[in-house]
């Protein structure tokens, strides 16, 4: 079985434990380190930086979707954590030869998520190895994306995670669960996962939208405040993958 690389999860649970261990995230207010043009910076980073990859999916969905958000995001945790991160945006697909090299798999869009079978087996050796999936809904992709978890781990029930979950409190904390940043169908934000070995391995955001709240301020006109909940709730999910 493949092992996702643990260069990155070591780095980041001592840059983790400086920031834990200081009482308080490091976190700016304003000039919060998004990128304007939406492009992530291009060189070499430290081998160790924390790489996170856009997932290029099946099914019809628009996997492109936001283009902006990625790097505006990788900027903030930058910018506002002591995390070593690669400030680039990295696009795989689950058959790609370099996918164990990523731990953190980034998905959003509009529409149909779908894996073959081929690609149910190497994501489940993916999760299962250390690797995490967070999939963003910016709109329809609620009932058909549940579905997909629960064949790629038939064994294993969907779960909402409670609000006192470790994902919700491992670096700023949300008392109630995700934030709501766009309406859609005028319902609360929810959660959604599989757990393996007590570890969620999958985080599916529904009714929240954060990946929209990543985007360039002009693309949606979100106020401030609700972008700085939405990269935050993204610092989380991050946080959470990489140390558990």
């Known amino acids: 079985m493949y092992m996702v690389r643990l260069t990155s999860k070591i780095a980041l649970a001592a840059a983790a434990g ?10 700016s207010q304003e ?10 910076p291009t060189g070499n980073p430290h081998p160790s930086a924390v790489k996170v990859a856009r997932l290029h999916y099946s099914g019809g969905g628009d996997w492109y979707w936001g283009r902006s ?13 002591d995390y070593p991160v690669d400030t ?22 509009h529409g149909v998520i779908s894996f073959s079978s081929e690609e149910k087996e190497r994501l489940r050796e993916y999760l299962v190895g250390g690797g ?11 009932r058909g994306f549940r579905q997909e978890m629960s064949e ?34 005028d319902k ?4 959604y996962s599989i757990i393996i070995n007590g570890r969620a391995v999958i985080y599916f955001l529904v009714e929240s939208d954060i990946g929209d709240g990543w985007e360039d301020p002009q693309v949606h ?11 935050r709730m993204g610092v989380n999910i991050l946080t959470y993958a990489l140390l558990h």
């Not at 400086?18 to 976190?27: D, F, S, T």
């Open 18 to 27: 400086v920031c834990m261990l200081a009482g308080q995230p490091a976190q």
């Open 31 to 40: 000039g919060y380190g998004l990128t304007r043009t939406g492009r992530a």
């Open 69 to 81: 958000a990625v790097p505006n995001f990788l900027n903030f945790v930058k910018e506002n954590t």
């Open 88 to 109: 680039n945006e990295y696009e795989i697909s689950i058959m790609d030869p370099d996918l164990f090299r990523y731990p953190f798999l980034f998905a959003t869009g």
């Open 132 to 142: 995490f999936l967070f999939v963003n809904d910016s709109y329809g992709m609620d």
């Open 152 to 185: 790629l781990f038939p064994e294993r029930e969907v779960v909402e995670l409670p609000f006192d979950h470790p994902l919700y409190h491992c670096f700023y904390d949300f008392l109630n669960g995700p934030p709501k940043i766009h309406e859609h169908d």
């Open 188 to 191: 609360p934000p929810r959660g």
């Open 221 to 231: 006109n979100d106020p401030e405040e609700k972008r700085l909940e939405a990269f």
